[in-house]
């Protein structure tokens, strides 16, 4: 099973601050690697599909990157309302596994 | 639009069965995977398994395999996930959740409400 590594697992930021999350899978997936946002007592949402992808609707704000072990979620200029957990996905090879999940909260 | 429409929430005992339900529409049901995921309180994701609607094919993770079953009733247009010899750990919120594309491999983009199930004696 492939493991999925984040950190930071909780960041406090301040508005219009820049947010960096790190992904390390525990072998390549190429770039099978995604990003989904969840908000308390709401449905994960999908941001980054393929490590660089912007998934329809997602304000720009929001950029990926990375391709075999070492994948980034950025937040430029963060806003209140990005609150939220962010998870790391791989579709790469079964089983689909998740990160432990990155918790950013607004100072 | 597409919508997940997800079975009301459950309280079952130890060793029970629990069977929740996905109904699906603004697309058509047979066309695209239908997955299903946990999610403990507090905890992160972790992926169950999926069906394909056209065949009923489907694919578990190993720690689910042989307590779940998730089948497809293309009639109604709605997944099922069953979950058998239930256990504390098994208190969670489920998901089902597809991805609009004909690729296996496709990230989920639309998710259902999600369904509680607790598990206590």
């Known amino acids: 099973e492939i493991v999925l590594t984040q950190s930071p697992d909780c960041q406090s930021v301040t508005p219009k601050e820049k947010v960096t999350i790190t992904c390390r899978a525990s072998?390549?997936?190429?770039?099978?690697l995604h990003w989904y946002q969840q908000k308390p007592d709401q449905s994960p949402k999908l941001l980054i599909k393929?490590?660089?992808q912007s998934f329809s609707g997602v304000p720009s704000r929001f950029s990926g990157s990375g391709s075999g072990t070492d994948f980034t979620l950025t937040i430029n200029s963060l806003e209140a309302e990005d609150a939220a957990t962010y998870y790391c996905h791989q579709s790469s090879s079964l089983p689909w596994t998740f990160g432990q999940g990155t918790k950013v909260e607004i100072k | 639009e597409v919508h997940l429409i997800q079975s009301g929430a459950e309280v079952k005992k130890p060793g029970a069965t629990v069977k929740i339900s996905c109904k699906v529409s603004?697309?058509?049901?047979?066309?695209?995977?239908i997955h299903w995921v946990q999610q403990a309180p507090g905890k992160g994701l972790k992926w169950i398994g999926l069906v394909d609607p056209e065949d009923g094919e489907t694919l578990y993770a190993e720690k689910f395999q042989g307590r779940v079953t998730i089948t497809a009733d293309t009639s109604t247009d709605t997944a099922y996930m069953e979950l058998t010899s239930l256990r504390s750990e098994d208190t969670a919120m489920y998901y089902c959740?597809?991805?609009?594309?004909?690729?296996?491999?496709?990230?989920?983009?639309?998710w259902g409400q999600g369904t509680l199930v607790t598990v206590s004696s």
């Open positions: 959740a597809t991805a609009l594309v004909v690729v296996v491999a496709a990230p989920p983009d639309y």
């Open positions: 072998q390549s997936i190429g770039s099978s």
């Open positions: 393929y490590a660089s």
């Open positions: 603004g697309y058509t049901f047979t066309d695209y995977y």
